[in-house]
T-cell receptor, first 113, second 112 residues
């Protein structure tokens, strides 16, 4: 069974601080995706990481992928309130040879002034 | 720039009723997917279609059927709704397997 584990699942932090969300997965997939979801909204694609060592950055968010460790990180630099959301990581496949993505449970991030 | 469009946005069903959730994309994508999202969980794949005319089961297919009507449209049918199918349903599409998925706005379904 393919598993994707995120931690923490809930994070409350102050504006201006740095923090990292971790995503561990059990497959040998070398493709990993990060999504953002605002309450009651759809999922917005943040990053697509397609190879070992891939690093992508946009604004205060930076994502990286280590396929050997089966680990991806989403780093938040100098957090601002607008980054409050739920963040999901996902990997290709669903463990039974099926197409599609397997998602982590999400990290609910609250950034307080 | 419609992207992926789902209808309806909200629906309440009684146990045993049937309904079809509609999804259409205007990006000429080959692959389309149906996921469900339950509180405290990530999204779980119900069914997918890698191309027009093909459909395959995902992680949680029981109680659902799908139809890939053409390249644009992929519908999800609940033949006899159950309270356990109360969820938010998302349709998604991708141009190729290793591309990012584009998601619809979701259908919030309640079965009473």
């Amino acid at each position: 069974e393919l598993k994707v584990e995120q931690n923490p699942l809930f994070l409350s932090m102050q504006e201006g601080k740095n923090y990292t969300i971790y995503c561990n997965y059990s497959t040998t997939s070398d493709r990993l995706y990060w999504y953002r979801q605002d309450p009651g909204k759809s999922l917005e694609s943040l990053f697509v990481l397609l190879s070992n060592g891939a690093v992508k950055q946009e604004g205060r968010l930076m994502a990286s992928l280590d396929t050997k460790a089966r680990l991806s990180t989403l780093h938040i630099t100098a957090a601002v309130h607008d980054l409050s959301a739920t963040y999901f990581c996902a990997v290709d496949g669903t463990g039974g040879g099926a197409d599609g993505l397997t998602f982590g449970k999400g990290t609910h991030l609250i950034i307080q002034p | 720039n419609a992207g992926v469009t789902q209808t309806p946005k909200f629906q309440v069903l009684k146990t045993g009723q049937s309904m079809t959730l509609q999804c259409a994309q205007d990006m000429n994508h080959n692959s389309m997917y149906w996921y469900r999202q339950d509180p405290g969980m990530g999204l779980r794949l119900i069914y997918y279609s890698a191309s027009e005319g093909t459909t395959d089961k995902g992680e949680v297919p029981n109680g659902y059927n799908v139809s890939r009507l053409n390249k644009r449209e992929f519908s999800l049918r609940l033949e006899s709704a159950a309270p356990s199918q109360t969820s938010v349903y998302f349709c998604a599409s991708t141009p190729t397997r290793d591309s990012r998925a584009f998601f619809g706005q979701g259908t919030r379904l309640t079965v009473v």
